[in-house]
């Protein structure tokens, strides 16, 4: 089975859930403590043997563009003044990986942000990291690598799944799931926010998957689903419907980065073992919580 080494990251979303923050910045460049979202996402990216990404923007997102890129007059800055790791770090971060760009001209959902990708992509099966979702995971079990594993052992598209509250799952997509092995799932069914009747399971695809090049064939006969928006489950529905694809339970913790709620869930657990300012935080954490 072919080896998975292209990634899309679509991050063209209006972000209307953290507004107005996300007036004039991205979401996906949110802060959690000191790098923004899309920094965790790359990176989980690259772990997971990723060579080449995709980010799919629109008007008011330059700002991703300019984070991934050299910034000549602050690295000579940083130089004079002696801050030499400080200058490796940001150097680093314009080679993470081979990043391209590509606009979503409209607002068309999910599945039209995949499409976008389909030059990009060509003839091979390729991980897509939803902008907004940040996995946090130990070193070795990277989301992404998980899901990339189980594509390579079963042959088939893989989705990135979790258990969500009965309240969650409306908001989510459901899935019909049976076991496999340990946290890996054969996945018969799906659909995007169901109605209570409509629950398949719990379980949801949250954040992550990897697919074949066939879905971009399905995605172009995809008519508007749910908000009006063509929607990628849709999609991969058809795709299940087909011939079937696996469902991965990932090790790590996924953030919404889309919601406040998220966005201060994720500065939190990250800001508590940050290797900088961990020990001053919890300390912090404490003194609040006697108060609360
Ligand atoms: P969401 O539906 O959570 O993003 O899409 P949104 O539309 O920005 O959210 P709200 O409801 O307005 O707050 C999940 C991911 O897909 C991207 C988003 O950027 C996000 O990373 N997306 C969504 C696109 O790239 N294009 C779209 O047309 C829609």
Partial sequence: ??????????????????????????????????????????????????????????????????????????EER???????????????????????????????????????AKSFVGNEPFAVLYGDDVIISPPDKPATGELCAAYEKYGKGVVGIKEVSPQAILKYSSLSVTPLEDRI???????????????????????????????????????PGAGGEIQLTDAMKTLTRCGGMTGVDYTGTRYDMGNKLGVMQAAVEVALNHPEIGNDFREYLKNIAKTL
């Fill in 185 to 223: 799932f054969a996945v018969h069914d799906m659909i995007e926010k169901p109605a209570p009747d409509q629950v398949l399971s719990l379980y949801s695809i949250l954040g992550r998957c990897v697919l074949p090049p066939e879905i971009f064939d399905i995605l172009e006969q995809t008519p």
């Fill in 1 to 74: 089975m072919a080896k998975v080494t292209k990634a899309v990251i679509p991050a063209a979303g209006l972000g209307t859930r953290v507004l107005p923050a996300t007036k004039s910045i991205p979401k996906e460049m949110l802060p959690i403590v000191d790098r923004p979202a899309i920094h965790y996402i790359v990176e989980e990216a690259v772990r997971s043997g990723i060579t080449d990404i995709l980010i799919i923007t629109s008007r008011n997102k330059v700002n991703v563009e300019d984070y991934f890129d050299r910034a000549p007059e602050l």
């Fill in 78 to 116: 940083l130089l004079a003044a002696g801050k030499r790791e400080v200058y490796d770090e940001i150097v680093s971060i314009a080679h993470m990986a081979n990043i391209q760009y590509v606009r979503q001209k409209e607002t068309k959902g999910l599945g039209h942000a995949v499409l976008c």
